[in-house]
Every structure is written in structure tokens, then in C-alpha cells.
């Protein structure tokens, strides 16, 4: 029996990057530049060892290698995180990204080369390799660092272009021609998707996970998981996106759930397969006489790519606000392409719009800048040194006046606050309504017809079945209230005029109305019979007013829940009732003036002061011998029997417990599990200066069955131990 050469030429990839990456990660290189090696061993293009017989299935393998990178890209990315990183790091990356596709597109044109090779070079030159540096950031130990925090936001803005560039770069090669109207209805149509699978994923997959969750054993997830991506794969292609897009975004769906890092876990094997078959396919393109004919263009490319991002990512970080100690080091550990540059490389080939040279000239930059970039990192902090002792002092003074004055402008007036809220409200409502009265449009109304014989009354139900389902859509879109306390701040302020305000709500309506207008026009020719209608649904949006807004509410609920499951999802801790709140102390509380060591409120009630908030200041795990004064905010932790006993103590009327007030002083209630690698293990509480070096505070420990609440501090840490600890999260990891 003959063995199938897909199995055999696996066997063969498989074992010359087994053997590669052995050899690379003795010598400390990434990864990635062994299974470029294995691929240019196994080739087509070197005769001295065996070759890969069926390339045809290897690109496949390689093309399902792309799908599970992206989606475990997806799973780290998360909407979430690209609001919170800020306007440091979409500032940076956009200079960045800006910068690097003019340099690529003039390198190109300097070198001779097609207008689509140029453009698609600049392509490849302006996104950042987020693999190879965030494994770089853990060898070296810098994930702590400072500047980490902005090099991980800007990879994170990074990772959207290049969704948005391959998009781009799909409907260039498909017009061969800069069509701007194309281009623009392309980046209408992303910008559409990418919302609606947004709302449809973090409504229903969320709540499906959950539901399914005594079911779900690692094979079932990982079974699950896979499904879900494979889907969102064909839904992409079917709308004429490339399947990668729709993988990534199943990831940052599946990234805001509250299983994502299992989910995250079980699909690591499968990513780590399929990406080393992708990356070493990518090698088994490189023609080694290619890399010879071209290396003049290599090494331009190469030195492009390291000057040209260190400094767009420092003028870009210089521009946000950051200090040039930050926005140096930043450069310098950005100077590097990847994992998007070999997949635009890749499109260009696929789509027959490149030359055949690009690629392999991409592949060797990406190699010799993936090995200069940690020694790029290693240096960053010296050569700040360097520019801060030779730069004039009056330049260094001006950037860090800067870089302090825009640190606080980070209020929003009421205006802004009132027109983000509409802009986002009439986005999210006009994709779900456009969306509904499509799929009437494509798929209800035929079927009626060939089901009702009358073709007027099958116009009629489905008329009205579509306004029934967008109904509560249209009423947040035309009447719900947004950003109340801006509203009223603004509409009370004789300041301003009204006008503004009634011409929105006035917009607003009319919005509403055409979207009415639209669904009945399509299925009714005469004006009169249009208009009847219309004034019927516009009455009969007034009279059920309360009850589509209770409707509104319930799913607006169910889908802030989703969101926000992954951050707010009580720990398993809770069956003691433990949780955090706010206490404000009383003027003419006795507590007033005296230290808590005096006072001993842990001792005698078994609560934890996890915060002090006085007027501006706070102090995170406040000391024995810290004094209370009047008007103190207490962050306390314990539970409802033990706050209510403290409650007579420090005020009258103990306030509602809203942990939603807690998230910007980042003192939350976490767990850290003690293996045998822990800087703590095998000592004391007091000893591991846990409650010094990370200001938090340990509240309750697990050992087995056994639960200790408020353990004392020669309390000594055993492998397994699960610490309940409160306090900033980033601290704590640095920490523990």
C-alpha cells in the first residue's frame, strides 16, 4: 500500500522543524527563523536533502496555518482592549504605520519596481511582528517595564491596519487600479461586518458558552472553539472577506468571554502545529539564488525597516505625550516585521498582482530584523542615556513640558461626550436595523411568496414581521435618551442655545422614518398605501413606547453582561460573601483621629482596608499605624455581616455596594495559585514582603478543602496554595 505524500511530505516538514527549532532555541533565536530554515531545507530549491513532493497540499496546510494564527491573535487582541489602550498608542501606531507605507511605496519606486509591488512592500514594511515581540519581551524580562504597556497598544492597533490592509490591498488587486469609490464602499462594508459580528457574537456566544458550561469538558471546548472560528471562516468568505479576517475576529469575540484563556490553552497545540507548517511554507518559497540576485534590495529594505520604525514609533510616542525615555525604548522594540508582512506577501502572490521576488525579499528582511530586535531592545536603554546627555537641554526640556501638559487632557466636555454618545448609538442601531430589513429583503419575502398565494397580503406580513423585529431598534435609535447628564447639563446651560439639541432629536427621528420608509417602499409602489403605513407604525411606536423600551432594556442587560462577564465574573471565593465596597467615614465617628492599629477592625470585625481615598490622594494597603480622618473613603473587603457590624462604627448608613466605582483606582479581588517556580513558595507572609512590594493585601488562602480567612503573617506558602489577594493587578503579577 502506497503511503499518501500529504502524510509522508507532513513527516518530513515536521521533523526538519523539530530539528531546527531544537537547534534555534539552544542558540536563544526565535522560532520563527527556524521554520523559515526547515522550509528552505525541504524545498523545492535545494537538491542536497529530501524534498516536499505535493506543494499543492502544503499550502493548504499553510493557508489553515494563517486561520489559527489570526485566531489566537484574536484571542489576545479584544475590542476591549483596543479602547483601553488609549490615545498614546492609536497615535503612535497610526504615525507609525503612516510613515512606513510611504518609505516602502519610495523604496519601491526608487528601486524600480510596479506600482503594486511598491505599495504592497509598503504594506509589508508597516506592521510589526506582535509574535516575535512579545516572545522577545518575556526572554528578556522586560514585560514589566514601563514602555511594555505602549509597545503592547500599538501591536494591538497594529493587528486592526492590518486586518484593514488586507482588505484594502484585496479590492486594489482585484480593480488593479487606486478606484476610490470601491475602495471606499470596501472600508464601509468592513467597518458594517465588524460591527455587526461584534453584536451578534458578545449577544449569543457568551450566553451559549455559559449555558453549556457543565457540558463542556476540555474536548468539547476545544471541539467547540475550533467550530465556532471554522464558521466564522466560511461567514467571511461568503461576504467576500479573506477567511483570516473572520478568524480573527471569532477570536476577539470569543476574547471578552470568560472562558477565552482556556479556550486560549486548548488551542495553543493547534495554533503551534498549523503556524509552524505555515511558517516553514513560507520558507519553502525562498529561492536562495533569489536572495542572492536581490540582496542590494534585502539590505535597503532591512535598514528601512530599522531606522524607519525606531524613528516614526519615537516622533509618533513624542507626539501622544510620552516621555522620550518611553517613546525611545519603544522604537527600538518595534523594529521588526512578521507573521501580517509573510501573509500580505502571501496575498500578493495569491492574487497574481506581485513579483515573484517580493516575497522572498520580504522573508529575509523579516529574518535579519526578527535577529537584530532583541539586541535593539538590550541597547534602547543606553542609547536614551546617550541622546539625554548629547541632545540640548532646552529640547529636553520642551519635551517633557509637553509630554506633562498633555497628561491631563483627558476630560471630555459635554458636547463630546453627547455627540459620541449619538454617533454610537446611530451606528450600532442603523447596522442591526440594515441588517434586519436585508435578510426581509433576501430571504423572508421570497419565501411568503411561495407560501402565500395572495401577493399583497405576503407583502403585508412581511412588512409588518420586519417592523415588529426592528421595532426596538428603532425606538432606541430615534427616541431613547443618551448620556442623560450631558443632556441635562447642556439643555439647563443658558450659556448655549437649544438649537443643536432639537436638531439632533429632530435628525434622529427623521432617521428613524426613513429607515420605515425604506423597508415599505421596497414592497409598496403607491404613495398613498406608503404613507398610510407609515403614519400606522410611527403611532404605534408612540403608544407601546414603555414596552419597547422594556424590551430594549432587557437585551441592552443580557449584552453589557456578556461584555463585561470576563472582568466582573465574582471568583469562586464568594460562597464566604467576601466582596469589595466603599465606606465613607462619618465627621462624628469615633474612629476619627485614631491609627488602625489602635482601632484593630480586622482583629475585631474581620474586615480588610484594602484602600484610603482623601480628596485627591489615595493609599493602597494602608499601614498599621495610618490615621482615619473625617470624610475618608474606606475600600473595605468582607462580608455583608462583617460590613454591616463595621457600618455603625464609621457611619450611619452604609452606602450601596457599586464595585463599578472601583475599576479606576485598579484594586481588585484576585487569585494566585503558588507552584513550585513562585517567588514565594516555601516562605512566610511576612518574609515574601507581599503587602510592601506589591501594596496588596493577602484576605484568604485555599490548601486542599481548607479555607483560612485573614491568615497570620507567619502564614508559610506550600505548592498548590490558592492566594485570595487584593490590590493592583499588575503590581501583584510583578510580584508573584
Sequence with gaps: MHLPYLISDLGLILAAAGITTLIFKRIKQPLVLGYILAGLIVGPHLDYFPTVTDLKSINIWGEIGVIFLLFSLGLEFSFKKLVKVGGSASITAIVKVLFLMGAGYLVGKTLGWSNMDSLFMGGILSISSTMIAIKAFEELGLKHKKFAALVFGVLIVEDLVAILLLVLFSTLAVSQQSAGTEMFFSILKLGFFL???????????????????????????????????????????????SPALGAFIMGSILAETTQAERIEHLTKSVKDLFAAVFFVSVGMLIDPAMLVKYAVPIIIVSLVIIFGKVTSTVFGALLSGQPLKTSVQAGMSLAQIGEFSFIIASLGLSLKVTSGFLYPIAVAASAITTFISPYLMKLSEPFYNFLNKKLPRRWLKAIDNYSSSTEGITKLSDWRLLLRGYLTNTIIHGVLITFIITLSFRYLEPFLKDHISNSVQAKIVGVVASFIVIAPFLWALSF??????????????????????????????????????????????????????????????????????????????????????????????????THLTEIKVSPESEVVGKTLSSLMIREKYGVNIAMIERGRNTIPTPGRDEMLYPNDKLLLIGTDTQLEEVKALLEIDLPEEDETQFPEKEMKLQKVVVHLESPVFGQSIKNAGIRERAKALIVGIERGNERILNPSSEFVFENGDVIWIVGNQKKIREVL
Design 480 to 577: 431613547r435618551r443618551v448620556e442623560k447628564k450631558a443632556y441635562s447639563h447642556l439643555w439647563l446651560n443658558k450659556k448655549y442655545t437649544r438649537g443643536p439639541l432639537v436638531a439632533i432629536e429632530l435628525f434622529r427621528v427623521l432617521l428613524g422614518i426613513a429607515f420605515v420608509a425604506f423597508l415599505i417602499y421596497k414592497s409598496f409602489d403607491t404613495w398613498i398605501s406608503g404613507t398610510i403605513a407609515i403614519a400606522l407604525m410611527i403611532i404605534g411606536m408612540i403608544i407601546f413606547s414603555k414596552k419597547l423600551q422594556s424590551f430594549y432594556d432587557k437585551l441592552e442587560k443580557r449584552f453589557m453582561l456578556n461584555l463585561n462577564d470576563r472582568e466582573a465574573q465574582r471568583p469562586s471565593i464568594l460562597p464566604w460573601d
Design 195 to 241: 460591527v455587526l459580528w461584534f453584536l451578534a457574537g458578545i449577544f449569543i456566544i457568551p450566553s451559549f458558552l455559559n449555558a453549556t458550561k457543565k457540558l463542556m469538558n476540555d474536548e468539547t471546548m476545544l471541539v467547540v472553539s475550533l467550530a465556532l472560528c471554522l464558521t466564522m471562516v466560511v461567514l467571511a468568505d461568503r461576504v467576500g472577506f
